[in-house]
């Protein structure tokens, strides 16, 4: 007779991630470890680490790193969650900045400014959360068979290996 036991992996995790580019990463492979090996479908874990990479890039370029004590001087934090419907909720909570978090309308020669449009055409839902003491959380919802299927398609550059230039970034 074989004894079975199963290993419970977190459907939820939380973590400081510093203020900057030498921690994303880390929390990539963090969260597509986590939620690969909580059975979480590979094409709802793509678009969640692609996600959680613009939040992580925005927060970084644009908010200001937490200040508590409990977050680390420096840091950012970034979490995730799997409620009982299956959905999973990403979220980046930065000490806030001068502007709001909004999407751009970038020219097509523009550097950037289409993060927000990548994580709008992803996520079934997505937001901004301030609190008083003047963090801001920007959260996304991402459910399988949501994403915009010509997403890709309208991303789509000839002889350019998204794939290739995202692994570049680790």
Not at 122 to 148: C, I, K, N, P, Y
Request: negative net charge; charged residues 20%; proline residues 6%.
């Amino acid at each position: 007779m074989a004894l079975v036991v199963a290993q419970e992996v977190p459907t939820s995790s939380s973590m400081a991630v510093p203020h900057g580019p030498a921690g994303v990463g880390q929390a990539r492979h963090r969260m597509q470890e986590q939620l690969l090996g909580s059975g979480v479908p590979e094409s709802v874990v793509d678009d969640a680490v692609l996600i959680l990479s613009e939040l992580l890039s925005n927060s970084c370029r644009h908010g200001r790193p937490l200040g508590h004590a409990d977050s680390g001087d420096g840091d950012v934090r970034a979490a995730w969650r799997v409620d009982g419907a299956g959905r999973l909720t990403v979220e980046v909570t930065d000490g806030g900045g001068p502007t709001r978090p909004i999407p751009a309308k970038p020219s097509v020669t523009a550097r950037g400014g289409r993060g927000l449009n990548i994580i709008k055409a992803l996520a079934q839902d997505w937001g901004v959360r301030d609190s008083a003491s003047g963090e801001v959380t920007v959260w996304a919802v991402v459910t399988q068979g949501h994403r915009r299927e010509d997403f890709a398609t309208r991303l789509a550059v000839p002889g350019f290996d998204f794939a290739d230039a995202y692994d570049d970034l680790d």
